[in-house]
């Protein structure tokens, strides 16, 4: 054979090549779509999801069109919401947990169509992945502070629904609060809503009123930094983002939600055609976990603040580490144990031992 007509054939192999690669990579910009559960104003959840795909859009910059749905309810209008976006997008972010029955359902309508459902846990189609942050990792680092901080031995909880996801939060605040103030109380409030400035401030007022000094949410707005700031001597916690504008003598650090750098990869991966389902659930040590300034508090307290959040980075310490009991007193975890992600901490549906509020129905 001459060495003209090999090098044809390769030229042609290699033609192939690239043709086969770039027939599974997008030509046209990725079209994005976000559904969100409130207001990108609500400077909690749903601002820290827009944050996220405004990273991704200025990662991505002209390869990406965004498009974003506020105050989409957990009901029928989620389902109608996320089939008008199937029809012309490439990937949707469906941002709530109760937003996973409409997106499967969806999504076996529109198999060539992505979905990334936020806080989920089935994927019974390969065109869904769920995604989650080990918010859990966070609570730990605020329930040693609160710890330290009470002066009245009682933390305060506003409680949106009792999911796993804030079931976790609420067991893993008070684990830590209780290692470093065994007299530590917690009283628990269900709101059943996810941003209602009214109810969460109603809420805050009341655990003020039976004696707690710090208050924690695992709510959406900056209602209960606010009521904080306003009564003197109770210090609060933001969520999903930094909230310290709405206490700046109350506010003792935020958990932050750091959606951007995963938006901006599974965008990447739709352009490129690497696109898979998957589950992430990642926490601190992977940055999806993060905490504002630690503020309004002495320096051993914001040291041993600053050494935990290290101890989770590097993996050092679990949140859930036994002996823990569960509330009734039965066991959980023996000594040194942790548990496994599946079922335990998925599925969690019990508070440990010591937490004397009654477990919602």
């Known amino acids: ?23 599974n990579v997008f030509a046209d910009p990725v079209r994005a779509a976000f559904v969100y559960i409130g207001p990108t104003g609500d400077h909690g959840w749903t601002y820290a999801h827009d ?4 990273y991704a859009k200025d990662y991505h910059g002209d390869d990406v069109v965004i498009t974003r749905i506020e105050s989409v309810a ?59 942050a080990r918010f859990y990792e966070g609570r730990h680092v605020i329930g040693k502070i609160a710890g330290r901080i009470t002066k009245n031995n009682v933390i305060g909880y506003i409680a949106s629904f009792p999911i796993p996801e804030v079931i976790r939060g609420i ?13 530590i109380q917690m009283k628990i409030v269900w709101v059943y809503t996810w941003f209602d400035p009214g109810k969460e401030a109603d809420a805050a007022n009341a655990l003020i ?4 000094d710090i208050i924690m949410q695992h709510t959406d707005s900056t209602a209960a930094m606010t009521v904080a700031e306003e009564n003197e001597g109770v210090y609060a916690f933001g969520q999903a983002s930094d909230m310290s504008a709405w206490g700046p003598t109350s506010h003792l650090t935020s958990i932050i939600d750091y959606w951007g750098p995963y938006y901006a990869a599974r965008i990447r991966a739709v352009k490129d055609g690497t696109w898979t389902e998957t589950d992430t659930f990642d926490g601190v040590p992977e940055g999806m976990v993060a905490f504002s300034a630690l503020e309004n508090m002495p320096d051993d307290v914001r040291k041993e603040a600053e050494q935990t959040i290290l101890d989770l980075e590097f993996s050092d310490v679990h949140p859930f580490t036994g002996p823990i009991n569960k509330q009734d007193g039965s066991p959980w975890l023996a000594d040194g144990e942790t548990p496994p992600m599946f079922p335990d901490l998925l599925t969690m549906d019990f508070y440990v031992e010591g937490i004397d509020s009654k477990y919602p129905n």
């Open 171 to 183: 067991n893993s605040a008070f684990l830590a609060a209780k290692s470093v103030n065994p007299d």
């Open 1 to 23: 054979m001459s060495n003209r007509r090999l090098t044809s054939i390769l030229k042609l192999s290699l033609l192939s090549a690239i043709m086969a690669f770039t027939s």
């Open 51 to 54: 944050q996220g795909a405004n």
């Open 209 to 212: 009123a039976q004696g707690a």
């Open 74 to 132: 957990e009901n029928s209008d989620a389902a109608r919401v996320i089939t008008s976006l199937a029809r012309k997008n490439d990937i949707i972010f469906t941002t709530s947990f109760g937003y996973m029955e409409p997106t499967i359902k969806v999504a076996a309508r529109y198999p060539d169509v992505k979905f990334e459902h936020a806080t989920g846990y089935q994927r019974p189609t390969d065109n869904i992945s769920t995604y989650s």
